[in-house]
């Protein structure tokens, strides 16, 4: 019932509504010209960061998951170690949201989608995917939505747990259970592995999220 509930809610919305995340212009950052990825260098590390998928698909309605890519250039002469739980995210009033192993997803969206529809038949997971298809074209996210993706696309896309050699870069999704068109604004922390002699730094991102 609650489902249907929520299938109603989401038609009746305006039409007109959407909402806009970005990251937030900072002194020694560049953002792109589509203002959506933000990149930053520190100490030898670049990070390159934007929204992915404002509702990984298939989110049941009851929990939205919210996926972030990030890109780490290590400009450094040694490897860098990089791994999913370097990154935060802390919200507008201070809730602070611990991102979620990429393998534990899986497990959690495979239990959410008994209505799974095999390849390569097109259909959607629950009735209001099929409305929040439509709802989330007015969300900025350069990921598109196919119907027939299964959840283990997730473990593929996401940032994997390694050291970084010099001079390379490595990049994936971050993942949150977290539901960013409620807040005002939040950030992201990215905090840098230490590397032998050195102590480990913040790198922050703040991003705006505005309702029109």
């Known amino acids: ?5 929520f299938l109603i809610f989401l ?3 305006p039409a007109c509504s959407a909402t806009v995340i970005a990251p937030k212009a900072q002194p020694g950052s560049q953002i792109d010209m589509n203002g959506e ?29 919210t996926s972030f890519w990030v890109e780490v250039a ?3 002469n040694l490897q860098l170690p990089l791994k999913h739980t ?20 899986v497990e959690r969206l495979t239990d959410a989608a008994p209505y799974l529809v095999p390849y390569p038949y097109v ?6 995917d099929s409305a929040r298809s439509q709802l989330d074209t007015l969300f900025r996210s350069e990921s598109s939505y196919f119907s027939s993706r299964r959840p283990e696309y997730i473990a593929t896309e996401a940032l994997p747990n390694v050291g970084v050699l ?16 409620t807040m005002n604004s939040f950030r992201l922390i990215y905090q840098v592995g230490a590397l032998p002699g050195q102590k480990s730094f913040q790198m922050i991102v703040p991003f705006t999220v505005e309702k029109k």
């Open 37 to 65: 990825r933000l990149i930053k260098a520190k100490k030898g590390v670049q990070l390159s960061l934007r929204l992915h998928e404002i509702t990984v698909r298939p989110s049941p309605a009851d929990q939205n998951y």
């Open 1 to 5: 019932m609650m489902r249907y509930l």
């Open 74 to 76: 290590n400009q450094r």
């Open 166 to 181: 010099p001079a390379a870069n490595v990049s994936g999704a971050i993942y949150f259970a977290v539901e960013l068109r």
């Open 11 to 13: 038609f009746i919305l």
């Open 86 to 105: 370097d990154f935060l995210l802390i919200d507008g009033q201070g809730q602070q949201y611990l991102p979620i192993d990429p393998a534990d997803l």
């Open 123 to 128: 259909g959607f997971y629950y009735l209001e």
